[in-house]
């Protein structure tokens, strides 16, 4: 079964950006659709990011404008470009498939300061 690794997140001041990536562990060429989900303290995990096989993008009101989804099928490789971060931003990041069927990775923190 396919594994996911999440990386790139860390601490950045508001109005920062930065780019998570998620590495798959065999072929995500097949999957009708990968997206980015994230958990702050306390909340529920949500999707805020999807992309499909022909990459057509979807996202949350909360992250639109402000957030691209992209993927790599060649490098098996989903990644989310954040720019605009704002302090409710926080939150640890994981992807998956939409919705989400493939084993949840470990995710990776991104906490934005005001």
């Known amino acids: 079964q396919v594994q996911l690794v999440e990386s790139g997140g860390g601490l950045v001041q508001a109005g920062g950006s930065l780019t998570l990536s998620c590495a798959a562990s065999?072929?995500?060429?097949?999957?009708?659709?990968m997206g980015w989900y994230r958990q702050a303290p306390g909340k529920q995990r949500t999707t805020i990011a999807a992309i499909n096989t022909n990459d057509t993008t979807s996202y949350a009101d909360s992250v639109k404008g402000r957030f691209t989804v992209s993927r790599d099928n060649a490098k098996n490789t989903v990644y989310l470009q954040m720019n605009s971060l704002k302090p409710e931003d926080t939150a640890v990041y994981y992807c998956?498939?939409?919705?989400?069927?493939?084993?949840w990775g470990q995710g990776t923190q991104v906490t934005v300061s005001s």
């Open positions: 065999g072929s995500i060429a097949s999957i009708r659709a």
């Open positions: 998956n498939e939409v919705p989400p069927r493939l084993p």
